[in-house]
């Protein structure tokens, strides 16, 4: 069997964790997800199954006839005895709920996936004239309040760069751990910061990816497209640095090629990564939570502020709609237009 690269073995993986997921479900619902492989991504399909299965569950805690059933007995015409107030009443539900001793919250995004799923689902089903109502679509999608970009001005990217390397208000304990890791964690938090890659795209980079001729890294995007992002002479020299130190160490079994390696000697995961950035985060920017996602919008912010280009950013960034862009970054063209008001004098004073 050849060796899986980071895309394909997320692939894999979501697949096994969707055949498990579709077992708990209605028996009907596998049709369903036969319907959509090959329009739809398996980390999607994923999605879908763990949002159905939390619709089922409100199902059986809210409705006399799916109390009386196992979840995977329930059968396709109760699809037709739900109303849009059911759904309607499943939205209030899931603002908090609490499922097997955890709390679970839901902002009005989350709502939003949730109902894009119903609609998909009951879609699939009056299209095959399997059902006769579709009541998702009578039901009006969760108004979308705009969030201000959260990103780090030019003085907290430079703390917070001095911090990775120095170390120096970490915990005692932690500077132990910081002589290990100084250098992978400043050339992924440098590399975060200097190209704008997605925390999934970073943990899927492999050594054999970094093509320092060009200064160029290849990714896979969302959906695995394959493309080639650039960096500059900050993001070189931390890579450089980190590679001449991961070159020295011997991976574990299936992490031979990854590029940034756990303590464990394993491929690191997007969770290690966030908590990295945060850890060092929280040093330089107390008011400000940051996360992998927000360096990205920090990278994003900055490129636009000196190219003005809102083209080349949605590409640099990945967007497929540059619409996508535009929404996030908004706020900043509004202060463009602002600053625009201060530059033209009418009469000199």
Do not use: W
């Amino acid at each position: 069997m050849k060796n899986l690269n980071y895309h394909e073995q997320q692939i894999r993986e979501n697949e096994l964790k969707l055949r498990n997921v579709i077992r708990t479900l209605p028996s009907f619902c596998k049709e369903f997800f036969i319907g959509i492989e090959h329009t739809t991504s398996a980390r999607t399909k994923l999605a879908y199954a763990y949002d159905l299965r939390l619709f089922f569950n409100f199902l059986q805690e809210t409705n006399s006839s799916c109390k009386k059933m196992q979840m995977n007995e329930i059968p396709i015409n109760i699809l037709d005895k739900i109303t849009p107030m059911d759904i309607e009443e499943y939205l209030s539900y899931l603002k908090y709920y609490k499922k097997d001793g955890y709390e679970h919250s839901n902002d009005e995004r989350g709502k939003m996936r949730k109902l894009a799923t119903l609609r998909s689902f009951y879609n699939y089903y009056f299209k095959k004239e399997l059902i006769v109502k579709n009541p998702a679509v009578l039901v009006s999608m969760p108004k979308l309040h705009q969030k201000n970009i959260v990103r780090l001005d030019i003085d907290e990217v430079a703390r917070l760069l001095d911090e990775v390397e120095t170390g120096e208000l970490l915990t005692e304990k932690q500077k132990t751990y910081h002589k290990r890791t100084q250098r992978r964690d400043l050339a992924i938090i440098t590399l975060l910061l200097g190209t704008g890659i997605r925390v999934s795209e970073c943990v899927g980079i492999d050594i054999e990816d970094v093509d320092f001729k060009n200064n160029g890294i290849k990714i896979r995007r969302k959906g695995g497209n394959e493309v080639a992002i650039y960096f500059g002479e900050e993001v070189e020299e931390a890579l450089r640095n980190y590679l001449d130190e991961r070159l020295m160490i011997e991976a574990k079994e299936g992490s031979q090629n990854a590029l940034f390696l756990s303590m464990q000697n394993k491929r690191i995961n997007v969770r290690s990564v966030e908590n990295l950035v945060k850890k060092y985060s929280k040093l330089v920017t107390s008011l400000k939570n940051i996360s992998p996602h927000k360096l990205r919008s920090t990278y994003g912010t900055n490129l636009y502020h000196e190219t003005g280009d809102i083209y080349l950013v949605a590409d640099v960034l990945g967007h497929k709609d540059v619409n996508t862009t535009k929404k996030h970054y908004a706020a900043i063209e509004d202060e463009r237009r602002r600053m625009a008001a201060t530059k033209v004098k009418l009469r000199e004073k």
